[in-house]
Every structure is written in structure tokens, then in C-alpha cells.
């Protein structure tokens, strides 16, 4: 299988690997996919008082496209706010890697990462102000 | 469209280690893929396309006759390391063309007598696909599972043999896993219940003594480029005493008895029959040269990596296979980083499937770690220096790969990864 240098270059370079402390009331934390279908994103945002991605990182299981989708969108997602990364579509991240068809769905993968960690994150400080 | 880079032409910027240079070539450690051919069987094979070019049919001039002459010869190259006489031998284009005709021929010959076949799940696809096209020609077959260790259940074996049972086809050794099956008890049960006995030796030929009258074959696939022989040329054993029946899948002028039409190509005949001799008179040697490079591969890889699951039988395997799950890495990333290493991913049957391979999956094992698993195949012409070299690569990146894995995080963490809902998609 052909890769693009793109997706080269974040496999042998990732971006952003690592974790935050999930339990962290700023902290939010995306797990998608699964084991038996070969890939999982786990995705965490730290987002400051008034709604913006200061820091992001992530940790695959998957394939070198996965990879790359998972690292690139971490980088797309720092300094925008929630309602801005929000809109980042996989359409964006599987053409700026070149994924081949057989590939789009790491870029899928890579979307829901993005939703579920704003999600969780929102779910979090809804949570504290109803309490 | 964009550049697609082959990954080899994008490689890792890594700092050469001391002692450490990288190959100039990946290594190569697919063996059950396909070989090199052995230069010994190019030097047999090369006055054949030039000075004695002649059609090994014409009866009239030397050119014919020389031809002949190397046919016949590889023949009995090809008979001699199966135990076999050179009249039970035909040749084909590879075993993809013997299975077929092997499993077609007969079912289609004895058709008003017999209408079932029997074969493992784990079988090549030639095989099964084989007997997909004969089941929706009405034949019945029963695709047996196999045990945990990847091997054949005999009880299972024999309680599936009926008298409507023409054939049982089981392969020698498996392509994926590399595990033995046990054919001299598997040729026993068939004789004993009056089925004929196929069997793809493809992966096992010149890698572990064959017999096909102590082992009761009746037939056997044979193929050139996985013993270090050209590409395009195979065999098929079809006993004589008692003999066995085929309807032939090429008709034409007759040659091979009738059984496979066609000008043999002279040279790749001679090519698998010198690949013959030369494995026939090495494969004790080799066979000690590759079980020591085997087990000084997984026993560096067991001290340096935790987690790491073989997938089949030890005992029961040739020496140059190993099939294992490094959990929580993903194998085709891990095939991307250790691209000085040419293995295969244990986990697609082929590049264009993202499932998990049928054979793994038939030995139980689940479809996560189905999906970590790589296998590496050892030949004629692996070195120490090249398997230490791997095992470095393989180390570096599975570390990598892990500090990098979601999975392997939570299972560092005690999570079982099994309790999770994880969302399908
Ligand atoms: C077990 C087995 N059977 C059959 C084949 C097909 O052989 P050939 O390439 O000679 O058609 C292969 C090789 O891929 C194999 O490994």
C-alpha cells in the first residue's frame, strides 16, 4: 500500500502524542472506534475559561492513516475554540492527507475523535454548573 | 490525483545505531509469499531458452528430443522427492491451476457416483473457492474448523467422511500459520473410508519429507515459486495404483495424458525440477540452519517484548514461519515503520481487505489481535545478521507503536479492554 508523504511524515513525526489527566475538570476526552475493527482514537482537549483549545493530544491504535488523521487533527484543533473545531470536517483531513478511498474512514475516525472530546468536555461543565 | 511516495522511498530518518547499518534493500523475510529462485536453478534452466528451445512434442528432430529430454528428466525430479513415479506427474502453471484441477477434475469425473468433498476452512483460497464454484454446481462440501493450534480434528475428520465422500482436501502446511497437518493419519482415515486423498503441498515441498505411498496421497499440488524455483510452473501427483480419475480443465492436443493440454514450457519445467533436487538433497540441513535462526529470532523478541502471542502450533510447523501478535499495535503500522523489513501482514489476506484473515480468526483468535499480527517467513537465504537486524527493528517500533496505543495504555492501566462498549462503526 502507497502512502502519501503527508501521511508519512505524521507517522514518523506525530504530533502531539501523549495524554492529559482525564479525571481534570478543563480536560476532555474523545474515545472512538474499537479494537476489533483494527483502530482507536483517543483524543483529549484542555480548554481554557472562555471556550479555546489550548492543548490537544491523542493516542492510536490503527493503521499509518489513522495515525496521521488522529496527529493532524490535533494540530488543526489547538487555539480554535470549541465552536470552531467543531466544524472540522473528515472531508478536510482525508484530502489534506490524501487518503486513498479504502482509507476515508481513519479521517471519519478522526472527526468523531474531535466531537466526542468537545462533547465530553461540555458534558463536564454542564455537569459542575448544575451542581 | 497527488504523489503517492512508495513507502520505501520515503524512509524513516533514523540515526544509525553503532553496529547497525541499514540494508541496503529491506530484508526479505517473506518467504511463504514467493522465493527468490536459487541461482543453481537459473544456471539449469537457461540453455533451455536459447540453444535446446525445442517443443518437447515434436517427435521429428533432436530439438524436440532435447527438449523432451529436459522435461522428462525434471519429472523424475519432481516424482523423486514426493516418493512418487514420474508417470503420476503433470504438469500445470503453479498449484493455484493444480488445486482446481485436482478437486474439479475428480468431482467432476466421479460425479455419478459421489457427490461431497471435505476440506478445512483454513485452506488457500484456490482450494476454497474451488469448492465454491463446486457447490453451486450442487456438490456438498463440509468445510471442517480446525483446533486451536490450527490443526485438523481427526475425530471431526472422521465423522465427516461419508460413503458419498469422493474427496478430502487438506493442505500439508498452512500459508499463513505454517502449522503441519497431520498427513499420514489424515491419508489413513481417507483410505480407510474409501476417499480419495488430495493434498496442497505448495508451502510444504522441500520443506519436510513428503511420501505419498506411506502417507496414502492420492494427489498433491506442487508449486515452482515457493521453492526457490520460477514462477508460472507447478505440479500435480495423480496416483496411478489405484488410479485416480480427472476430467481435465484444458483440452487440446492431449499432452500430460490428457489431463492438461498446452506446449510445456521446457524451461520453467526444468527450473522446478532442479528446485526439486536441490531441496531434496538440502532439506535436512536446512531445515536445522532455519530452526536455529527461528528460535534465536523468538526467543529475542520474547526477553526484549511482552505481550507477544504466536498464532498455531510450534511443534507442528516448518521452521521458516513465525505468525505473531504483537497486542496493541496495529500491524500495518507497525509494516510502515519497520520498512527495512519486507514481512506480511498476518492480519488482511490481501492489501485491499481491511478484515481480519479467516485463518486466524478459524484458530479462535479475536479480532483485535488478529489485527497486530505479522508473519515472518525465513528462507534459504536469511542470514543471523538479518534476523538480528529485525528483531532490533521490530523492538524499536512495537515500543514505539505501543507508547503511541490508546490500547496499550489501559491495559497498562489494568482496564480490561474487554469491558468497554466500544462503538462499531
Ligand atoms: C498453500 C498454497 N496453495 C496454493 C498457492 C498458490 O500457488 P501458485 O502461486 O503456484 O498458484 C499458494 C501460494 O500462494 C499457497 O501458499
Not at chain 2, 522511498?9 to 533514523?14: A, D, G, I, S, W
Not at chain 2, 522435461?71 to 512418487?84: C, D, L, N, P, S
Not at chain 2, 465454491?132 to 456438490?139: D, I, K
Request: hydrophobic share 40%.
Amino acid at each position: 500500500m502507497a502512502y502519501s508523504e503527508k501521511v508519512i511524515d505524521h507517522y514518523n513525526n506525530p504530533r502531539n502524542v501523549g495524554s492529559f489527566d482525564k479525571g481534570a475538570d478543563d480536560v476532555g476526552t474523545g474515545l472512538v472506534g474499537a479494537p476489533a475493527c483494527g483502530d482507536v482514537m483517543k483524543l483529549q482537549i484542555k480548554v481554557s475559561a472562555d471556550g479555546v483549545i489550548q492543548d490537544a493530544k491523542f493516542k492510536t491504535f490503527g493503521c499509518g492513516s489513522a495515525i496521521a488523521s488522529s496527529s493532524l487533527a490535533t494540530e488543526w484543533i489547538k487555539g480554535k475554540s470549541l465552536n470552531e473545531a467543531e466544524t472540522i470536517k473528515n472531508t478536510e483531513i482525508a484530502r489534506h492527507l490524501a487518503l486513498p478511498p479504502v482509507k476515508i474512514h481513519c479521517s471519519v475516525l478522526a472527526e468523531d475523535a474531535i466531537k466526542a472530546a468537545i462533547a465530553d468536555y461540555r458534558a463536564k461543565t454542564t455537569a459542575k454548573v448544575a451542581e | 490525483m497527488t504523489t503517492q511516495a512508495r513507502v520505501r522511498e520515503t524512509p524513516e530518518k533514523k540515526d544509525a545505531a553503532p553496529g547497525r547499518n541499514r540494508p541496503e534493500r529491506p530484508i526479505y523475510l517473506d518467504y511463504q509469499a514467493t522465493t527468490p529462485m536459487d541461482p543453481r536453478v537459473l544456471e539449469a534452466m537457461i540453455p533451455y531458452f536459447t540453444t535446446k528451445f525445442g517443443n518437447p512434442h515434436s517427435r521429428s528432430h533432436v530439438y524436440g528430443w532435447e527438449a523432451e529430454e529436459g522435461v522428462e528428466k525434471a519429472r523424475a525430479q519432481v516424482a523423486h522427492i514426493i516418493g512418487a513415479d514420474e508417470r503420476e506427474v503433470i504438469f500445470t502453471s503453479g498449484a493455484t491451476e493444480s488445486n482446481n484441477l485436482a478437486l474439479k477434475g475428480v468431482a467432476h469425473f466421479y460425479k455419478d457416483k459421489k457427490n461431497h468433498l471435505v476440506t478445512l476452512v483454513t485452506e488457500h483460497k484456490c482450494v476454497l473457492d474451488s469448492m465454491r464454484h463446486l457447490q453451486e454446481e450442487g456438490f456438498e462440501v463440509t468445510y471442517l474448523p480446525v483446533k486451536q493450534d490450527g490443526l485438523v480434528d481427526l475425530a471431526e475428520l472422521e465423522k465427516a467422511i461419508t460413503d458419498k465422500t469422493v474427496l478430502v482436501s487438506i493442505m500439508a502446511v498452512n500459508n499463513e500459520i505454517g502449522v503441519i497437518q497431520p498427513l499420514a493419519e489424515i491419508g489413513r482415515l481417507c483410505r480407510k473410508k474409501g476417499a480419495f486423498f488430495h493434498t496442497d503441498c505448495a508451502q510444504a515441498v522441500g520443506k519436510i519429507p513428503l511420501d505419498v505411498e506411506a502417507m496414502n496421497i492420492d494427489l498433491m499440488s506442487i508449486s515452482g515459486h515457493k521453492i526457490y524455483g520460477p514462477k508460472g510452473i507447478g505440479a500435480l501427483y495423480v496416483r496411478r495404483r489405484p488410479r485416480i480419475r480427472l476430467q481435465a480443465l484444458i483440452t487440446g492436443g492431449g499432452q500430460e495424458r490428457g489431463m492438461r493440454s498446452g506446449t510445456l514450457p521446457t524451461p520453467l519445467c526444468v527450473g522446478l525440477g532442479e528446485a526439486c533436487a536441490i531441496a531434496e538433497h538440502e532439506m535436512g540441513e536446512e531445515a536445522k540452519r532455519l530452526t536455529r535462526l527461528r528460535d534465536r529470532f523468538y526467543a529475542q523478541i520474547k526477553e526484549k517484548l511482552p505481550e507477544v502471542y504466536l498464532n498455531g502450533s510450534l511443534e507442528s510447523r516448518i521452521p521458516g514461519n513465525l505468525n505473531l501478535s504483537f497486542a496493541y499495535v496495529e500491524g500495518e503500522s507497525l509494516i510502515l515503520g519497520i520498512n527495512d523489513l519486507s514481512v506480511s501482514s498476518g492480519s488482511a489476506c490481501t492489501s485491499a481487505s481491511l478484515e481480519p484473515s479467516y485463518v486466524l480468526r478459524a484458530l479462535g483468535v479475536d479480532e483485535a489481535m488478529a489485527h497486530t499480527s505479522l508473519r515472518i517467513g525465513f528462507g534459504r537465504f536469511t542470514t543471523e545478521e538479518e534476523v538480528d537486524y529485525a528483531v532490533q527493528d521490530i523492538v524499536e517500533h512495537v515500543t514505539k507503536l505501543r507508547d503511541m496505543s490508546p490500547l496499550w495504555e489501559m491495559f497498562q492501566d489494568g482496564v480490561d479492554l474487554k469491558s468497554i462498549k466500544w462503538a462499531a462503526h
